[in-house]
């Protein structure tokens, strides 16, 4: 799978959007950008995912670049719950292990 | 909504005990996975199954078993516990209708051995 790369930490303010930044340079064409986020003492929660269209749902929007190089993730208006640890994640799904593995992640902080 | 729970949030055992985790999904997915999760090491597959009876090896299976006897259920076993198997452990499943269908994952085990 192709590495990510993510600034450890980033804030913002509650109410407005949160753009988390992931660097997948190396990126194939058959892999998949995946983003999962953490919150303290629980488990992985799956977000959103998408191939190379910008994707949408009810919980965030996926923005992919044009050469897929690098994505964005938006939290419309972030809340103090959404204080986590957010993973991006390239998958190539051709393979026959399909485990997760996690990078360091980048440390969201929400302030009031 | 996929429901993945898991029967126990914190376990406490002794060195030697047998102990069971259990896992249930409600989504009719095939696929289920054990991991382990400890500081510094990141996300750690233990075991998979990727139907009924069926189990794969992941990265650290030693001194873990699986059992799935039932779609909906999987369930990790520390044949013999010892202290290195203090963690969170974390239970996922997915649907294998399509290659890039995601991992929900239930809310996690800390399981401390003593």
């Known amino acids: 799978d192709a590495k990510t790369t993510q600034p450890p930490s980033m804030d913002c303010a509650e109410g407005r959007a949160a753009n988390l930044p992931c660097n997948h340079s190396t990126i194939s064409g058959n892999e998949y950008v995946y983003w999962y986020r953490q919150i303290h003492s629980q488990g992985p929660q799956y977000i959103i995912h998408g191939l190379k269209n910008n994707e949408t749902n009810e919980m965030a929007s996926l923005i992919i670049t044009e050469d897929r190089k690098s994505s964005t993730l938006i939290l419309p208006h972030a809340t103090l719950r959404d204080t986590a640890v957010y993973y991006c994640?390239?998958?190539?799904?051709?393979?026959?292990?399909?485990?997760?593995?996690f990078g360091k992640g980048i440390t969201l902080s929400v302030r009031p | 909504d996929v429901k993945v729970t898991q029967s126990s949030r914190y376990l406490v055992k002794r060195t030697g005990e047998k102990v069971f985790l259990e896992c249930v999904q409600d989504m009719d997915h095939e696929n289920m996975f054990w991991y382990r999760q400890d500081p510094g090491l990141g996300l750690r597959l233990i075991y998979f199954s990727y139907d009924v009876k069926m189990k794969e090896k992941g990265d650290i299976p030693e001194g873990y078993s699986v059992s799935r006897e039932k779609k909906e259920r999987f369930s990790l076993i520390l044949e013999s516990a010892s202290t290195n198997q203090t963690s969170m452990y974390l239970c996922?499943?997915?649907?294998?209708?399509?290659?890039?269908?995601?991992?929900?994952f239930g809310d996690g085990t800390r399981l401390s051995i003593l």
């Open positions: 996922a499943s997915s649907s294998a209708g399509r290659a890039n269908q995601p991992q929900h």
């Open positions: 994640i390239v998958r190539d799904l051709t393979g026959a292990n399909s485990k997760l593995t």
